[in-house]
């Protein structure tokens, strides 16, 4: 909920808030990952250890990512209340003004010290978190049956999914309360959640986590170190690892064996393909989580608080609905280590072919002086924003905050627009007198307080968007994410299933690593980037306007690489998969996992369609005796 749910909804907030860059943002976004890099070795090494306890590791985290959320505010309260743009009486043509060198509490109020603050704060995330998807799905692993593991590791991932659906929610209502809502009433300001200079209340989310942290870690710390019945369930597994030399070795146990312990798992193959598979996906995951609200935003035409909305609507049924349905689907068709990665090429390739909806693109807005011009003749040699109608305006370069004007142009301020009048009704704000804006009809603003109408020429809210394609993106991006979530639960019980048992905590902290450096850390830096090259106007240190058609071709390359890319890996680790014994017949689980039937003290049990009798033991050594006595099987 905090770091894929609030931080991503906030990422367009603050940039305004701060004046930051989407590369910058980037570089807060790709913090948890970066702290997940350099802790996952050791936390999973120690936390997997025989005698330590996984519940203790995973409290004391949570306790780590309540200290971060409670750092990701704290700039909130380190700066005056925010001055919005627009609100001066310079803001206006007064004729004759000189440009202003204030940026207004704007951008001079952030900056680098902001960037660092945030920062610092997505690594305690990182860093508490660390535990949470190694260490806890080992311990839900080691304490429920095998053919139980799936199910429940589908319910843990579910809610992994609802979290951050549930951050889009909650953060996008927040944005609807203006940032100082304390000690300011937006209705004062004459501004709405859909007027350029609106900042939300992005800092409410993360007051909220650290008291549910405080809530969730105090329990969890009480667990104990394995749950009643553990070890006989832990006696009746069968081991599906990936058969090798460096596999048949002793378990390691102390810290001085580690490269060794490393050693054998890069040794195997489908461990290592399925890792970069991993990395592609996450790759994918990480920078659409950080941007796809920005995008939906821009292309659309919608304001934070509505892109959230859109973005946690189709979050919960798609994302936790995949992720059910993957864990589901391979307990239903009783897969092997074979057949479940089979499972993952496939989803992934319907999904490869759902990316496409990144093609869809909008017109770009109708802005004044970048992509539409002025009503009036250009002035040489001077910026573009500037024309005969504003020239003796002194507007202000670096105070944009942008008005609606009644010809249907986007302006980037009101005095852009030649306004010589502002009159404030209730949360909106009108601007008569405007030089620059020509219109045959003029729009009517009707006054409920005072039961009058007013005519004006301008509004500070955004232009209404005639583009079609908002519902049918929203459909094909959820397909994209049913598909891709359906792939993850699968791909973990892989990863689970082609190492030994003993050394599972260890691969699944290798594989966080791998994830993490090739992955999830460069990803939010490469789409920042791209989406920095497709802003067309800078100011207050932020982008005011984005190239639509540059913005939708970078999403769809990256897209389509990234699914590419992860269908070759997962057919790789496909291929290269030996199973034990060296049977590669092995789409159906072995006999542990179905239903056993005991006839005269010997169970009959089901391998590969085939029923065969053992008495005591089944064919690869393992002792059978636990099925008979156990009751938990």
């Not at 002035?379 to 305006?393: H, T």
């Not at 169970?603 to 053992?614: D, K, M, S, V």
Request: hydrophobic share 45%; charged share 10%; with cysteine.
């Amino acid at each position: 909920m905090v770091v894929n749910g609030f931080v991503n909804v906030v990422i367009t907030t603050i940039e305004k808030r701060f004046g930051l860059r989407s590369m910058q943002t980037g570089v807060i976004a790709g913090g948890y990952d970066m702290a997940s890099f350099l802790c996952l070795a050791p936390v999973t090494y120690l936390g997997g250890r025989t005698n330590s306890s996984k519940p203790r590791w995973l409290g004391w985290g949570v306790l780590v990512m309540g200290t971060g959320s409670l750092l990701f505010a704290l700039p909130h309260f380190l700066v005056p209340p925010y001055k919005i743009a627009g609100e001066e009486p310079d803001d206006l043509c007064i004729g004759n003004g000189t440009v202003s060198s204030m940026l207004g509490g704007t951008a001079s109020e952030g900056g680098a010290w902001a960037v660092g603050i945030f920062v610092l704060a997505q690594l305690l995330h990182g860093a508490g978190a660390t535990p949470l998807f190694t260490l806890g799905v080992t311990f839900i692993d080691e304490n429920v049956s095998k053919k139980m593991s799936s199910v429940y590791l589908g319910v843990y991932y579910t809610m992994a999914v609802v979290g951050p659906a549930l951050g889009y929610v909650v953060g996008g209502q927040m944005l609807k309360i203006y940032t100082d809502f304390v000690t300011v009433s937006s209705d004062t300001l004459g501004i709405t959640p859909a007027s350029s200079a609106w900042i939300g209340a992005w800092w409410v989310g993360f007051i909220l986590s650290v008291v549910l942290c405080l809530l969730v870690a105090i329990p969890m710390l009480a667990f104990p170190y394995e749950l009643p019945g553990a070890a006989e369930i832990r006696a009746s597994k069968v081991s599906e690892a990936h058969e090798s030399a460096a596999t048949k070795s002793t378990a390691f146990s102390a810290l001085h064996e580690l490269p060794r312990a490393a050693a054998a798992l890069f040794r195997n193959p489908t461990f290592m393909f399925l890792n970069l598979a991993g990395a592609s996906e996450g790759m994918l995951i990480s920078g659409f989580a950080a941007f796809l609200p920005k995008l939906i935003e821009n292309q659309f035409a919608v304001n934070a608080s509505q892109a959230a909305m859109l973005l946690g609507v189709i979050t919960v049924p798609a994302g936790g609905g995949g992720t059910f349905l993957g864990g589901w689907l391979v307990k239903r068709w009783r897969l092997a280590c074979a057949g479940i990665i089979k499972l993952c090429v496939a989803a992934t390739l319907v999904a490869a072919l759902f990316s496409l909806s990144f093609v869809l693109s909008c017109d770009d807005y109708p802005y004044a002086g970048v992509t539409t011009p002025y009503n009036s003749p250009s002035v040489p040699n001077a910026d573009r924003l500037v024309a005969e109608c504003n020239v003796g305006c002194g507007c202000s370069a670096s105070r944009l905050s942008a008005v609606c004007g009644a010809d249907a142009r986007v302006y980037a301020s009101p005095c852009h627009a030649g306004c010589a009048r502002a009159l404030r009704r209730g949360p909106h704000t009108l601007y008569q007198q405007c030089a620059c804006i020509r219109g045959d009809t003029m729009p009517v603003y009707y006054d409920e307080d005072n039961n009058t109408s007013i005519m004006y020429e301008a509004i500070n809210s955004t232009c209404s968007s005639e583009c079609p394609y908002l519902w049918l993106f929203v459909f094909l991006s959820f397909c994209v994410m049913l598909f891709t979530f359906l792939a993850t639960m699968p791909a973990l019980s892989a990863t689970l299933r082609c190492v030994r048992e003993d050394q599972r905590s260890f691969a699944l902290g290798i594989q966080w690593i791998l994830v993490r450096l090739l992955g999830t850390i460069p990803a939010p830096l490469i789409f920042g980037f791209l989406i920095d090259l497709s802003c067309r106007l800078w100011a207050n240190g932020a982008c005011q306007l984005y190239d639509n058609l540059h913005m939708s071709r970078y999403m769809l390359a990256l897209a389509l690489v990234g699914k590419l890319c992860s269908v070759l890996f997962f057919s790789l680790a496909w291929w290269f998969y030996r199973p034990p014994g060296g049977n590669n017949n092995n789409a159906v689980a072995p006999a542990i996992d179905l239903a056993h039937e005991k006839t005269n003290g010997a169970p009959n049990t089901i391998t590969n369609g085939a029923l065969e009798r053992t008495n005591g033991t089944t064919a690869n050594g393992y002792c059978n005796q636990a099925l008979e006595c156990s009751e938990h099987l």
